[in-house]
């Protein structure tokens, strides 16, 4: 119970007494609710909690499976400091140094090496390889920044045509063509109408929203999308299939949106984008009037209507429930509408030389 000047009160007989104030017992019980906290950090706030509630040291330590003398330590800590006394204080005693020679061997072990019968090192591994103690090597992987537990991926295109369509491609960012529209074309393949089994849980103080691992498919849809670039305009079309005839469907579809002037169409080397189908449809009487672009092998971070992918991914699909199809496909109809109302533009500022001096640097050693 609350006292008259707002306290609360807890009495410990044979201990130091706890008085927390209502500031105090929630910072303390948020502590302990949170999921990625230290494990010290829980600790000292449960103590602290269990001591306001009246528990003698004896029963916290068989609660939480601790020292008694801990118990009573932090239990008077923080009655002299408040929760100031519940930090952690610099450790007495000299502390450890390392010499160059130790820096080098950790640091070169980590690079051009790895452990028997293992792909990467652990700090534990690399300690006793290199003959370092773990928390030095801990540090010194640290300001380094190598991170041994992480890899990433990485792709170079082999297209002998780099050159020129990555120049192509650019120049029509940075300098387009006087009276034309420069449009990104490209699909969003397999979009899954994904419906988890249980409505999810809203998030609130101390825990983000969760929701069930498992799910029911209803499906799924192929999306065609052209990017406008100068306006940051989308046009989009949802199909069953991701064929040909799907594309050059599209097709008409975008000239039927831009109905008059040249159209400068970026696109990737997906064979639907370049088929006999494709080539007919593009000899057909006022279809000379669109000019394909076609990035180079493995470079889709040159069509700019990734972009627009990863924000549909990210802010509609990844985290949406859909009971059909047709669910999903409103959805994505209505994201496209607002992105349109909102005509976000993304602006390309390398040139081509500077991306090419940036691919000639592979590995930095």
Known sequence: MYSESGMLGCMSRKAVPIVLTPQEEAILRRRVAMRHAPASTVARASIVLAACAGETNDAIADELGMNRHSIALWRQRFAAERLAGLEERPRPGRPTTYSDADRVRVIETACTKTPEAETHWSVRGLAAATGVGRSTVHRLLRRADLKPHRVSTFSRSNDPEFVAKLVDVVGLYLDPPENAVVLCIDEKTQVQALDRTQPQLPMRPGQIARRTHDYKRHGTVQLYAALEVQAGKVTAQTTQRHRS????????EVLRSYPTGELHVILDNVSSHHSA??????????????????????????????????LLQAKVIRRGNFTSKRELVQRISHYIDHFNVESNVFHWTKPAASILISLNYETGH
Do not use: C, M
């Open 277 to 310: 189908e494709v080539s007919r449809w593009h000899a057909k009487p006022g279809h000379d009037r669109v000019q394909f672009h076609p990035i180079p092998t493995y470079s889709s971070w040159l069509n700019l209507v990734e972009i627009f992918f990863n």
């Open 245 to 252: 005839q799907e594309f050059t469907a599209f097709l008409d």
